[in-house]
């Protein structure tokens, strides 16, 4: 009886931890959010990213705010084989300004934009709720690839206080190649500018 009522207070408290809101920069803009990104720092204990992230390298995301105040959000990054990866989503607007949920039919997404220096980064904390499980990720944009390390810093600080362990914190490597993806050539040709 002991160790089911121990179990059943650790299954809480991760419960608890993981429900505890994150809150986003209260004067948040989504007009300034838009255009080109680096995915720069990327931070999660999941087991998918630990066994991938050594093959990981730096991607770009364009973020296009809709009229109607949701976001639109188009990655592109190389794989190691030289395809490419490619993910769109729109990411509806909540009541609260900076958070945004992706909703299917399996998988639940909130983004909350907590901190953004609209010309420098943005840090992204996700909620993603898939099939039962639970993931926290913290994601560093930069308009450059580029960042100080003050801002390096920052982001490690804030994954860690997400309790991701700081091998799971990642600054991803440069990508030198373009990835060309079929049917993309429009945002290409606004990632070139």
């Known amino acids: 009886m002991p160790t089911t009522v121990l179990g059943l207070l650790g299954v809480l408290l991760c419960a608890l931890a993981v429900s505890s809101e994150v809150t986003p920069q209260p004067d948040f803009d989504i007009e300034r959010m838009a255009g080109k990104w680096y995915l720069i720092g990327f931070a999660t204990n999941a087991e998918w990213f630990v066994a991938r992230k050594a093959n990981m390298k730096m991607g770009v995301a364009m973020l296009t705010p809709t009229d109607e105040g949701d976001l639109e959000m188009a990655y592109f990054s190389l794989n190691p084989d ?5 993910k769109n989503q729109l990411a509806n607007k909540t009541d609260v ?3 945004f949920s992706f909703h299917s039919e399996y998988l639940k997404t909130d983004n909350s ?3 953004v220096k609209y010309d420098e980064y943005a840090l992204i904390h996700v909620v993603k709720t898939e099939n039962g499980s639970t993931t926290v ?3 560093l944009y930069g308009r450059t690839p580029d960042l100080s390390q003050v801002v390096l810093d920052k982001f490690t600080e804030f994954s860690l206080n997400q309790s991701i362990l700081p091998e799971n914190i990642t ?3 440069k990508n030198e190649l373009l990835c060309l993806c079929p049917k993309a050539s429009s945002v290409l040709a606004a ?3």
């Open 82 to 86: 030289g395809t490419c990866w490619r």
């Open 137 to 139: 990720i913290s994601k």
């Open 113 to 115: 934009f907590v901190d």
């Open 97 to 99: 300004p900076g958070k």
């Open 191 to 193: 990632l070139v500018t």
């Open 171 to 173: 600054i991803l490597p």
